[in-house]
């Protein structure tokens, strides 16, 4: 049976990775990789499903966090995914980040000797670096899979966690042409992202090397996540806020560094300035400091709010009970090669969105599919004519969920996409 280990810089337990990891693995999982006609029979593997496994770090590890772990474990090897962890190191970034790519090429290199995997399978560079210097060191060669996900190096540097074109933006670029010369096979996010690395691939879907790359943006599990009706379930949570009858402006995601979050606090202003009733919704991982204050400064009181965190299986819920959604993200060469995973998460659930220009392919999502409004200027008078054109925006839920089918379901785009790619290195 073929193989692969899918190394991943987050815990198991974060949203991403079950919302944007687990469910590719599932997807993978249903491919036939059986070889292609001329292939001799004594290389086809006897069964032509996938052996998956995935190695992640983790950072919460306490007695109880180690119990959980073993549930999970559990019901991951019941689905036919092996999981193991690595600790997680945040002191001294460096030096921490150094340890545990050393351990895990250790762990990777004997896991290769054991399990003698097809495919290392890298989410973005961190990953790669880790499982391309375990392949240097063994004698089984697997190939290695880079998954690009979006430019580290700039966006550390826009993010203004690293100067801009200091020595560790320099070390980075230096791993990344690196692993680019190293891998077997590329994934990126966006088209804006492949013309720029791969611009050949467009129409043979490989580089000049004749190494595969696919573009694969964020996409929706419809089956797991959103299966439900957003009409039905709009009312229940909305009586629970208190908020029926009052319009609902949503943001999900981390806050600071490249996402904007002055600039959405001072849309929802100018919503609340046309209607005292409008009402901010916030689904966030990150510090509820860095928004409250700038809502309350901005005249909302604590009705007309909320921020917290919500299961990855109840966004749906709090999605469906808004009616337009915001997505500020810096843009520049760092974000053409973004798919915000916000994106296809609001659309299938109708909501039209405001989004700020140049940022990975969303502007022509918005435009072709009339799915919302694109902010011309981060000024009031930018603002209201966005808040405008959305509220004249008709039919626009039904686009919108349309839209999320066609361009990001997890069966028919993500999964199909990686199982091409993993039928191409397997080849």
């Known amino acids: 049976m073929p193989g692969t280990l899918y190394i991943?810089?987050?815990?198991?337990?974060?949203?991403?990775?079950?919302?944007?990891?687990?469910?590719?693995l599932?997807?993978?999982?249903?491919?036939?990789?059986?070889?292609?006609?001329?292939?001799?029979?004594?290389?086809?593997?006897?069964?032509?499903?996938?052996?998956?496994?995935?190695?992640?770090?983790?950072?919460?590890?306490?007695?109880?966090?180690?119990?959980?772990?073993?549930?999970?474990?559990?019901?991951?090897?019941?689905e036919g995914i092996d999981w193991d962890w690595l600790p997680y190191h945040k002191r001294f970034s460096?030096?921490?980040?150094?340890?545990?790519?050393?351990?895990?090429?250790?762990t990777i290199r004997r896991f290769i000797a054991r399990k003698r995997p097809d495919i290392l399978h890298g989410r973005v560079h961190i990953p790669t670096l880790i499982g391309a210097l375990a392949r240097k060191f063994s004698r089984h060669k697997p190939k290695l899979l880079f998954d690009i996900r979006g430019f580290f190096p700039e966006e550390y540097t826009d993010a203004g966690i690293w100067p801009e074109g200091g020595w560790l933006y320099r070390a980075a670029k230096s791993v990344?042409?690196?692993?680019?010369?190293?891998?077997?096979?590329?994934?990126v996010l966006t088209e804006n992202a492949r013309n720029l690395l791969f611009p050949e691939s467009k129409e043979t879907g490989f580089d000049k090397f004749g190494r595969p790359v696919e573009?694969?943006?964020?996409?929706?599990?419809?089956?797991?996540r959103f299966s439900g009706e957003p009409g039905k379930m709009r009312g229940t949570l909305r009586k629970e806020l208190g908020i029926d009858g009052r319009f609902v402006l949503t943001h999900v995601g981390s806050l600071g560094g490249l996402y904007m979050t002055e600039q959405i606090a001072d849309l929802l202003a100018a919503a609340r300035a046309q209607d005292p009733e409008v009402f901010a919704?916030?689904?966030?991982?990150?510090?509820?400091?860095?928004?409250?204050?700038?809502?309350?400064?901005?005249?909302?009181?604590?009705?007309?709010?909320?921020?917290g965190k919500a299961d990855p299986l109840r966004v749906q819920e709090f999605l469906s009970a808004s009616d337009a959604a915001i997505s500020f993200v810096k843009s520049g060469y760092a974000?053409?090669?973004?798919?915000?995973?916000?994106?296809?998460?609001?659309?299938?659930?109708?909501?039209?969105?405001?989004?700020?220009?140049?940022?990975?392919?969303?502007?022509?999502?918005?435009?072709?599919?009339?799915?919302?409004?694109?902010?011309?200027?981060?000024?009031?008078?930018?603002?209201?004519?966005?808040?405008?054109?959305?509220?004249?925006?008709?039919?626009?839920?039904?686009?919108?969920?349309e839209t999320a089918r066609r361009e990001f379901d997890l069966n028919k785009v993500g999964g199909e996409r990686y199982r091409r790619i993993y039928r191409a290195l397997l080849d």
């Open 26 to 78: 599932r997807e993978l999982m249903k491919g036939d990789y059986s070889r292609k006609k001329g292939t001799p029979a004594s290389r086809e593997p006897k069964d032509t499903a996938l052996n998956v496994s995935i190695l992640t770090f983790e950072s919460k590890r306490s007695d109880e966090d180690k119990k959980a772990f073993l549930k999970i474990r559990g019901e991951l090897a019941a």
């Open 176 to 187: 990344e042409r690196w692993l680019m010369r190293e891998a077997d096979g590329f994934v």
């Open 281 to 307: 919704l916030f689904l966030t991982q990150s510090s509820s400091d860095l928004i409250i204050p700038l809502l309350r400064d901005r005249g909302f009181a604590e009705s007309d709010y909320f921020v």
């Open 215 to 224: 573009v694969i943006p964020c996409c929706v599990d419809f089956a797991r």
């Open 335 to 401: 974000t053409a090669s973004r798919s915000p995973t916000k994106i296809p998460e609001y659309l299938a659930c109708g909501l039209p969105i405001i989004s700020n220009r140049g940022v990975g392919d969303v502007d022509l999502q918005i435009e072709n599919n009339g799915v919302g409004v694109l902010l011309d200027r981060f000024d009031e008078s930018g603002y209201r004519k966005a808040l405008k054109g959305v509220a004249g925006l008709n039919g626009v839920a039904n686009r919108c969920r």
């Open 94 to 106: 460096v030096a921490a980040t150094a340890w545990d790519t050393l351990r895990g090429i250790v």
């Open 8 to 24: 991943c810089y987050f815990g198991i337990r974060e949203p991403l990775v079950q919302t944007q990891v687990l469910p590719y």
